[in-house]
């Protein structure tokens, strides 16, 4: 099961979304909307499943809809120790789904939670369960390794040949990091920090994939060419 969150920053038509990413939406069994990115469902096509936030960013008459439609809601405080897209990963977590489509993470008036929701798919790490963030111009990845069985950790990437991929190290150097179907290939080499050697990398072939055997590695692909 996939479970889908959404956030309150932008989020392009589904029309786009399916453009640039085939089958993004396949085995979606869960939709948990965080506060105002309740609004996104509809649009895409989801009904919600759950709503959490502190109801600072949603009309009332919105959410009083969600109440009468049956939605479960989990009003929290707005002096909280956590914003409610956090929150909303964490409820897909406890669902224990194969892994977590992120919308509306980056985008709106606030830089600081685009940049705060750029780290939520390290709450995933420790389970494996891959968070990825979508717009329609990027898919957005945190490969974390070794995974909790201790071997390498492999990531399929999406793209089709000449879209571009790149690979940022986080913290200290990410470490045994082979590539698949890239035009200029690593070598079970390593990232170190604030590398830039792994900008604008492309596909080769389709099917590509990058493995990393210990670190946090950040990869961003983003399609060559969309109908818009």
């Known amino acids: 099961m996939r479970a889908l969150v959404l956030a309150d920053g932008d989020t392009p038509p589904r029309a786009r979304l399916d ?17 105002g990115g309740a609004r996104h469902a509809a649009p895409l096509g989801f009904r ?9 960013s949603i009309d009332p008459a919105e959410l009083d809809r969600l109440a009468a439609s049956g939605v479960p809601l989990e009003r929290v405080r707005q002096d909280k120790d ?5 929150l909303a990963v964490r409820i897909a977590l406890d669902a224990r789904p194969r892994d977590i489509v992120l919308l509306g993470a980056f985008g709106g008036a606030r830089l600081d939670h685009a940049i705060a929701n750029l780290g939520l798919p390290m709450l995933a790490a420790a389970s494996g369960t891959p968070v990825v963030s979508l ?3 990027a898919r957005v990845t945190w490969l974390f390794g070794p995974g909790p069985d201790g071997a390498p950790v492999t990531w399929r990437l999406a793209g089709h ?4 991929v790149t690979l ?4 200290a150097a990410v470490d045994g990091v082979p590539t698949h ?29 990058v ?8 990869v961003v692909e983003v399609p060559a060419r969309l109908d818009r």
């Open 19 to 35: 453009a640039a990413w085939p089958g993004w939406a396949d085995g979606i069994g869960l939709v948990v909307a965080a506060d």
């Open 211 to 218: 493995r990393v055997r210990s670190g946090a590695l950040l």
């Open 161 to 164: 040949p000449g879209d571009l």
């Open 82 to 86: 956590a914003s409610d897209t956090e």
């Open 48 to 56: 919600i499943d759950r709503w959490v936030g502190d109801a600072d």
């Open 168 to 171: 940022l190290p986080l913290g």
């Open 135 to 137: 717009t329609d111009a």
């Open 181 to 209: 179907g890239l035009r200029y290939p690593l070598v079970d080499e390593p990232l170190p920090a604030g590398s830039t050697r792994g900008l604008s990398n492309l596909v080769d072939v389709a099917g590509a994939e």
